[in-house]
């Protein structure tokens, strides 16, 4: 008998499968027919059809991409005046199913179903119509035996019936249906709402656009996607450099692209993700009744009235050839040449898209969901150059012997952009190596390196050297102007029986010029590039010189008499100006010499002070009268003398240390060279 609710529950489920099933049959579709990927991880999705009448457009998208559609879905239908898109908030299943009267929100048994309807009535099929209001649900130890041997309790549902209250195990129930329509309905809608969201990964939107008639009907949106990559092919076989360049496309979805127009676009838009999908509920405070207590003090300042916004109407109104990026298209490209595989390959339509550069497959795609593949993208002669590229930082770092990358300057004449990617070199009929390229706009020049040439060998030296470039002198201060010097030798040889073109790419020292050469051949925001050539079987040394200014002040009246000689004997520094600090340097030791006088006889006025205070101290301690007191007053009278003598000498000395400074002084303010 406990079969039988599972039959029950899969018959209400296959017929509410069966229901939507026929729903969607029925309603309109809008076919996916065009797609714009971009680099930066998003691509462009439009849809387009002819409708007729109102219609209800059901869309299904990954969680990870419903905040992009909401950010950016476009919709042009000039028959809907008041088009809506509806779909479950974040969290909103499980909400409205527990706000149903059946609330199957939690996976319920049969019995937890009853227990929830306590009170409702119910009619029952168990061999017999049973009709009966819920009263309780209770478990009875009997029943079935588990493989461990005990019995699982079974539930027994309580009804109050019209003769009385009966209880009827559950797993005897046939069928029930509750007596209030209410209840049943809920109880469908439920499972409709639990068959809707079958894919938990999975969010359903419904359009609902309200127009009249038959009418062209398109809506765009973005979603994150896979980014396109791309890989060149580069041969230097033939009598003129072939660029060949594929597009590497991934469909990480699980719909499949049909018949769809695809674009491929290069840049870096910005992109970022705002959550708009889940409901947001902002903190609200909880006041006090109006009616009880007082009004806080507010001020209000002052405020202007909005600018007259323009009219908007009910209806979405937008142009018709108004899309979310723009786009446009050129004549049809070249219909293909042979390449590197022999064959003809027709490649991407190529047009700049505002600030992007968008390439567009000249045939519908057909992809299936979770699947790659890779298209034709550009091909065609292009300008290119070898050379051997040696690397001075890397050699610096190294500090060894390195060998040139083997390269070519590539310029791009293609008259397209070329999106970045790896480059596969094919040299001589065979391959040659691998190589990467940075975004290469039209025109624009760019080396691309695959090799190391074992045949040519190099290092770097380096020195340095600082030395005065000139001297002022004015008001005390002294401004010595200097220059550092970096001296670096490339020491380079070619073992080889053929001459080389080389670039030596050498880092910029920071804040510092250019001496020698006198300019470069090119310059990036960190390198210097300079141009030469290695004859067969010889060594070449080629110097790069940076300097570097530097300033230095000295206060002259502020540095000591090292510091001075130090200036004096300088040889980088002018004769003249070394005279004239010699001169300093003798006026100022005379200062100096007075100075240390004035300092001594000071000195010597404390000890003589000092002894005059023992002396007194011992007279008032022996008293007057005696022989000792005697020899004290005269001592004291001695010293008296001593110190009258003394304070004349530091007035005199310090009138003259003083004099001497002003002279030192003075002279250095008069200095000026």
Do not use: C
């Not at 920071?510 to 990036?524: A, K, N």
């Not at 510091?563 to 600090?581: H, M, P």
């Amino acid at each position: 008998m406990k079969w039988s609710w599972t039959l029950l529950g899969l018959f209400l489920l296959g017929f509410s499968l069966e229901a939507q099933a026929i729903r969607e049959l029925s309603r309109p579709t809008l076919p996916l027919r065009r797609i714009s990927l971009y680099s930066s991880g998003v691509g462009y999705f439009e849809h387009g059809g002819t409708l007729s009448g109102p219609a209800d457009i059901d869309l299904a998208f990954d969680a990870e991409g419903v905040n992009d559609v909401l950010a950016s879905l476009v919709l042009h239908d000039p028959a809907s005046r008041s088009p809506s898109l509806i779909y479950d908030a974040e969290g909103g299943l499980w909400r409205r199913l527990r706000s149903l009267r059946v609330d199957l929100s939690g996976n319920p048994t049969m019995a937890e179903i009853f227990l929830s309807q306590r009170g409702q009535e119910v009619e029952l099929d168990t061999g017999e119509l049973i009709r009966g209001r819920i009263l309780t649900l209770e478990y009875r130890q009997q029943g079935h035996i588990t493989p461990f041997g005990n019995s699982l309790p079974q539930p027994y549902l309580g009804l109050l019936t019209a003769q009385g209250i009966r209880s009827i195990p559950v797993d005897e129930i046939i069928s029930f249906r509750f007596s209030d329509p209410a209840i049943n309905a809920d109880l469908n809608l439920a499972l409709e709402l639990l068959s809707d969201s079958r894919d938990s990964s999975v969010r359903n939107f419904r359009l609902r656009l309200d127009g009249t008639g038959s009418r062209p009907v398109s809506l765009s949106y973005i979603l994150p996607t896979a980014v396109w990559k791309v890989s060149y092919r580069l041969d230097l076989s033939g009598p003129q450099p072939f660029l060949q360049g594929w597009a590497i496309i991934d469909n990480d979805s699980d719909s499949p692209w049909e018949n769809v127009e695809l674009s491929l676009v290069s840049g870096r838009p910005v992109s970022f993700i705002q959550q708009l999908y889940p409901p947001y509920r902002v903190f609200r405070p909880t006041l006090p009744l109006a009616i009880a207590g007082t009004a806080d003090a507010v001020t209000h300042t002052s405020g202007v009235a909005p600018a007259a916004a323009p009219r908007v109407q009910s209806e979405m109104m937008m142009m018709e050839d108004s899309i979310l990026f723009a786009r446009s298209r050129s004549a049809e490209a070249d219909q293909g040449r042979e390449v590197l595989g022999g064959g003809q390959l027709q490649t991407a339509q190529a047009q700049a898209a505002g600030d992007q550069f968008e390439f567009t497959l000249p045939y519908p795609v057909n992809m299936g969901g979770r699947q790659g593949a890779m298209f034709p993208l550009v091909q065609g002669n292009l300008e290119a150059q070898r050379t051997l590229v040696f690397s001075g930082p890397r050699a610096v770092s190294s500090r060894s012997t390195i060998h040139p990358h083997i390269s070519v300057e590539l310029h791009n004449t293609l008259g397209l952009a070329l999106p970045a990617g790896p480059i596969t070199v094919f040299d001589g009929g065979t391959y040659g190596g691998d190589a990467l390229m940075d975004f290469l706009p039209e025109n624009d020049r760019r080396l691309i390196s695959y090799g190391e040439d074992l045949s040519v060998t190099g290092f770097v030296s380096s020195s340095g050297l600082r030395y005065i470039t000139g001297v002022t002198v004015s008001g005390g201060v002294m401004t010595i102007s200097r220059r550092q010097s970096y001296d670096w030798d490339y020491t380079l040889r070619n073992a080889s029986g053929e001459q080389k073109r080389l670039i030596i790419e050498h880092g910029i020292t920071q804040g510092t010029l250019l001496v020698s050469p006198e300019s470069y051949d090119e310059r990036t925001s960190d390198l210097y590039r300079f141009n030469l050539s290695l004859p067969p079987m010889e060594t070449v040394t080629y110097r790069v010189r940076e300097e570097i200014p530097l300033s230095e002040r000295i206060t002259l009246s502020q540095i000591g008499p090292e510091a001075f000689l130090s200036l004096s004997t300088n040889q980088e520094i002018s004769a003249e100006v070394r005279n004239a600090l010699t001169r300093a340097i003798e006026l100022r030791r005379a200062a100096d010499q007075l100075d240390s006088q004035h300092r001594d006889l000071t000195a010597q006025m404390s000890r003589l002070t000092a002894e005059q205070g023992r002396i007194r101290s011992n007279l008032e301690a022996v008293g007057p009268g005696l022989p000792l007191s005697e020899e004290y007053l005269r001592r004291m009278s001695q010293l008296d003398s001593e110190i009258d003598e003394l304070n004349s000498r530091i007035s005199r000395a310090l009138d003259e240390a003083r004099g001497a400074r002003r002279v030192y002084e003075d002279y250095v303010q008069t200095i000026n060279f």
